[in-house]
């Protein structure tokens, strides 16, 4: 029988009693394995270096530092992890910001333990992962793109920007074909527009373009 290799995972957070209460309560979960936990940027950098890590659970705020320095400096690192950033709550701006640095989704700490373990299957999985309606909410907390930018877009259709708000809610193509009462076929086929239009390649891309460029058409 093949053995499926379990998701590896770094825990960082500064407060200790929630950083070794979560580490536990996943290592007790089928189909995980902790490779660490630690309370700053500096000792995961140290850690992702020396044992391979599959998703990050990372605070943002990390007492004398913010995890946004991690998003950085293991971009630079070549770490091809995949970051779940799991917090008491961030400003748009911030959330912004890190979705642009590439990370996987946003979850926060009143969230329950099963949701916590599908949202690290689900970005595992390649998956964003973000509660819903939260990408909407972080998108009307945003000022407008600058006129500048005008000529770089293209106007959306309107079913493309009735896919792409659905996207922000983190829907799947069948559900978005239910909820538009069209082929799930007619869905691939918007985004593959959405995806050309754009110049990106995938929905996490997607996301953040439509953050930077496009939210005046949302």
Known sequence: METIAAIRILVVDDHTLFRESVARLLAAEPGFEIAGHCASSSEALQLAAKTPVD?????????????????????????????????????????????RQGIAGILRKHCSPAALAQSIRDVYNGKDYFEPGYLQSVMAGLAAPPAALEFQRKKLTERERQVLQHVFEGLANKEIADRLQVSESSVKATLQQLFSKTGVRTRSQLVRTALENYKDQL
């Open 55 to 99: 998703v990050v659970l990372l605070d943002y705020d990390l007492g004398d530092g913010k995890g946004t320095e991690f998003l950085a400096k293991a971009k630079a690192a070549g770490f091809t992890g995949r970051v779940l950033v799991v917090t008491a709550g961030v400003s748009e701006s911030e959330a912004a910001d890190m979705i």
